[in-house]
């Protein structure tokens, strides 16, 4: 890395304390000729393989070229050597979104190599999705991985969907919220109570609790009035604000017949088509596109019937 402006020797200074605390030893790689380099290589040791990612810096400007060309640079050092993560680091949200409207999407959609681009502020956030000590030789690491990769091509395809058991749904569709930014609990499987997810965060300062319940089921089933009815009633009885109601493949006409006035305020219905909604916001966030903060309520029920 050549020519560190002041910005970029600040951000590869928190880099490296964010990423040390997780136990990675990140170090400056110097550019060799033509051959494509990141700016960082940060490593450390995971289940006995060496897990990496390459990060590429642009500390002094959102400008569309400079995003393009960092895109640019991330992709064609994937295609020479295999990171386990590609990251993409700009100095502000805002200075990035307004690029990326003016890219039209052109050259950021096209991202084989599955590069994930924040802000400064926004790499605290994303160190912990990453492998700490305590998650070294742990199953449930890989297991959000895999959670990650299924979001990724759900986004792409919803058939993708119909390949999934009704657990796995479960399991992806709290990796999703959790990206979104809620404190997530998955409940046991069977021992849920009517409630597969219990979503809570903060909005305006004052917490909130949610909850949802998700049916995906092999048969291609319609949930009826009855299993709704049962649903809307434990938001009630556990004096939760709203619950969001997920049928893979949708309700029976009446399914709405048995719920009161009050009941049918509480209760929100998604499709497949939310579930896919849910799955591009998380790559969104991931991706450093979207913004989750003091938005939950709205992405939690935007598009859903009521």
Request: charged residues 30%.
């Amino acid at each position: 890395m050549n020519h560190i402006s002041l910005k970029e020797a600040h951000i590869i200074q928190k880099v490296n304390r964010v990423l040390s605390d997780i136990g990675f030893d990140v170090k400056i790689i110097e550019y060799i000729g033509s051959t494509p380099s990141p700016d960082l290589v940060a490593e450390k040791i995971v289940d006995n393989k060496i897990y990496k990612i390459a990060i590429e810096i642009k500390g002094d400007s959102g400008q569309r070229k400079a995003l393009a060309n960092g895109v640019e640079t991330l992709n064609r050092i994937q295609l020479r050597n295999k990171y386990d993560k590609l990251l993409l680091i700009i100095p502000n949200q805002i200075s990035f979104k307004s690029s990326y409207k003016r890219l039209k999407y052109k050259n950021l959609k096209y991202n084989p190599a599955g590069i994930e681009i924040i802000d400064v502020e926004g790499l605290d956030k994303w160190a912990n999705s990453l492998p700490t000590k305590e998650e070294i030789n742990n199953v449930i690491f890989y297991i959000r991985q895999l959670n990650r990769n299924l979001i990724k091509l759900i986004s792409e395809n919803a058939n993708n969907l119909k390949m999934l058991e009704w657990r796995d749904l479960e399991r992806v569709i709290a990796e999703i919220f959790e990206g979104l930014g809620f404190e997530v609990t998955l409940t046991p499987s069977s021992k849920d109570g009517g409630k597969d997810i219990i979503l809570e965060c903060k909005i305006n300062a004052i917490s909130k609790t949610f909850i949802v319940e998700i049916k995906h089921w092999r048969s291609q089933q319609k949930v009826g009035k009855l299993a709704v009815k049962e649903f809307s009633q434990i938001i009630i009885n556990e004096k939760r604000e709203k619950g969001l109601f997920l049928s893979t493949y949708g309700f029976t006409n009446n399914y709405f017949e048995s719920l009161t006035e009050r009941e049918r305020k509480l209760v929100h219905f998604g499709d497949q088509g939310k579930i896919v909604e849910l799955c591009k916001k998380y790559e969104r966030v991931k991706g450093g596109i979207l913004n989750p903060v003091d938005t939950f309520e709205e992405m939690l029920f935007e598009n859903t019937l009521q």
